[in-house]
Nanobody, 119 residues
């Protein structure tokens, strides 16, 4: 059973930093495409950043230069370092894993962690 557990969310002032972590079990995060998504109230869930099994990264334009996604292989986890946070970064952040079992693609989501940026 695949399980993703996010941590590290919280309340931070604008301009501050937070580090989110997504610990995976049941899969090897290094063999999966791992991503961070966010959903603000009244808005659709959207991609923030992703990292493939080969290490290629992709970022939403709104977070480029401020957020960094990385792997922690020892912990089978993926982190999202968020710097220079803005009010508009306030959202629930979700971790997602895309993986295959045999040739069948699957994806799993974490339960989400709240990030609130205050002025």
């Amino acid at each position: 059973q695949v399980q993703l557990v996010e941590s590290g969310g919280g309340l931070v002032q604008a301009g501050g930093s937070l580090r989110l972590s997504c610990a995976a079990s049941g899969i090897m995060s290094t063999s999966s495409t791992m991503g961070w998504y966010r959903q603000a109230p009244g808005k659709q869930r959207s991609l923030v950043a992703s990292i493939t099994s080969s290490g290629s990264t992709n970022y939403a334009d709104s977070v480029k230069g401020r957020f960094t996604i990385s792997r922690d292989n020892a912990k089978n986890a993926v982190n999202l370092q968020m710097n220079s946070l803005k009010l508009e970064d306030t959202a629930v952040y979700y971790c997602r894993a895309e993986y295959t079992i045999g040739i069948i693609p699957f994806n799993s989501w974490g339960q989400g962690t709240q990030v609130t940026v205050s002025s």
